[in-house]
């Protein structure tokens, strides 16, 4: 008895022991966000002891403290010596699995000893998210009305597709007169139902998507049918069916669904927003608008009074109100100008920026180094090609091909909901020390895919060239004064990165190269890239080519031993 409560007392220390054990060593207290996850989402963990020392603290770092498979663009901070963030720079992968391993260089050499778990996320999978069914009217043909439903999917798909996927039943029995009216690949595919019969009672539907289709982004199809059921009020009935409300940056919003369009001529008579007054309203087949000064306003009163009448000899049969909760826009970061790519060597230098709910951001200018431009542009000749607008700016990458030269933190005003402006002057970033191309980043301090990237070419040389078969023509002006640029050196770029042409410019700013079909041979002239002392420029001639294919642009053709003439009138 007794060796047997000695064994006991062995195996509860040793529990005790090892329980300690884990206790005393660093472990993650918190991993947020798992499971499903958004395809733009920054990730936190929170670690039971302090770590991170104060000169890593509020700095954007490349060490890999977690390693992401598949593997994620994008940087750490910690906030805290116990917080650690990470931002990824693109999107995540749709219908994508992940997992985080949490690696020891978060320890920082401190000797102490950690246990970390894997840990899983996926961004959402395929799927149909809902349906809305309404009643319109048939072009061209009075009098006579059809049943439409838009159908929600999480990602695109392709109407063709959807087709063989589809089956539908009106009031119990299979229903094939049905027609998808959407053409191109999008997540909200219209089905229209062609005429129907109008009668007082309600038409019931059901709409099945069977398993098995799939986006058009791939992967993985439906694991499982989806079924949708409903209830369509007759034409002398008229149902609010939804009602959502956000932002646009200068602008607050109520948007109704309704099952049929309403008559916008007479909606004032009947819907009020309390407590804003001075409304306008929009109206688009089976939604309306309804916009406002809601400033300041989180929550309003919706009053949707009985009698509203459609298009269609419906009515609102009973009053509808509903506290709507003004939703909060995502917060968003761009420039104001998205094509402009010159500013003057001897201007403000100022590049204006649009911000909707940023408390703060970062400012990251870099260097591209000339003998990298042509690596730069081809880099970005198709920017990443993600099949899904994820309503997300592409970044410009410097990384090898230059160097940052200024970082900044900008506090914005608290200006909840609405558009702010600001600028960055590059004065600043680059002292005046600089001429060059240079990439602009501006990004949210946390959450570093809210962000956008524009080039810059900071120069005096304003350049035109010309190409025609067997010789090239360059125009080197002042962008301050238009005056020709005298001893301008030209150089023209292969699409394989050799300079295959040079010149330099004369008292007319002009540099003219014939016999160019000998000099370049196989060679692709790609960039032109001009210096005059240390100002610098480059226009890409892929990107900057005119289109002429409009144009009879051909010239008279002769024929050989042939001879043109020509007679004047006095």
Known sequence: ???????????????????????????????????????????????????????????????????????????FKWIDSKTLIFSPEVPLKPMTKYTANINDEVLFNTGKSGSFDKYEFNTPMFDAKKIEFFWTMIPNQNHKMSVQAN??????????????????????????????????????????????????????????????????????????SRTFEYNLPPISKMVVTEVTSGFDGSTGWIEVATTQTVDEKRIKEFVFVKPVNDLIFYVNENRFRIEGNFSAITEVELLIKKGLPSLFGGYLEDEYTQSVSLVDLLPSINFSDKKGKYLMLYGEKNIEVNAVNMNKVEVEVSQIFKNNILQFVTRYDYMYDFEYDYGYNENYYVDELGKAIFKKQIKLKDSHNWLQKFSINLNEALNQKFNGIYVVNVYDENDRWIQDSKVVAMSDLGIIAKKSENEMVFFINSIATTEPITDAEIEVISSNNQVILTGKTGMDGVCKITGVIEKIKDFVPRLVIV????????????????????????????????????VLFG
């Open 1 to 75: 008895m007794k060796k047997l409560f000695g064994f006991f007392v062995i195996v509860l220390l040793a529990i005790v022991v090892y329980s300690c054990g884990i206790l005393s060593g660093v472990h993650v207290v918190e991993f947020s966000p798992t499971g499903e996850v958004g395809s733009l989402t920054s990730f936190t963990i929170k670690f039971s002891e302090e770590l991170a020392p104060a000169n890593k603290l509020d700095n954007w770092l490349d060490d890999e403290f977690v390693t992401f498979e598949p593997k994620i663009k994008g940087k």
């Open 151 to 224: 159908l929600t999917f999480t990602y695109p798909v392709d109407p063709k597709t959807l087709y063989k996927y589809l089956s539908v039943e009106k009031q119990g029995d299979e229903f094939k007169k049905y027609t998808i009216i959407t053409e191109e690949n999008s997540d909200v595919i219209a089905i229209n139902f062609g005429e129907i019969q109008q009668t007082d009672k309600e038409q019931e539907f059901s709409v099945t998507i069977n398993k098995g289709m799939v986006s058009v982004i791939g992967k993985n199809g439906m694991e499982e």
């Open 531 to 566: 210096t005059k002392g240390k100002d610098l420029n480059y226009i890409d001639l892929k990107e900057t080519q005119i289109e002429t294919s409009r144009f009879d642009v051909g010239g008279k053709k002769l024929a050989e031993n042939s001879l043109t003439s020509f």
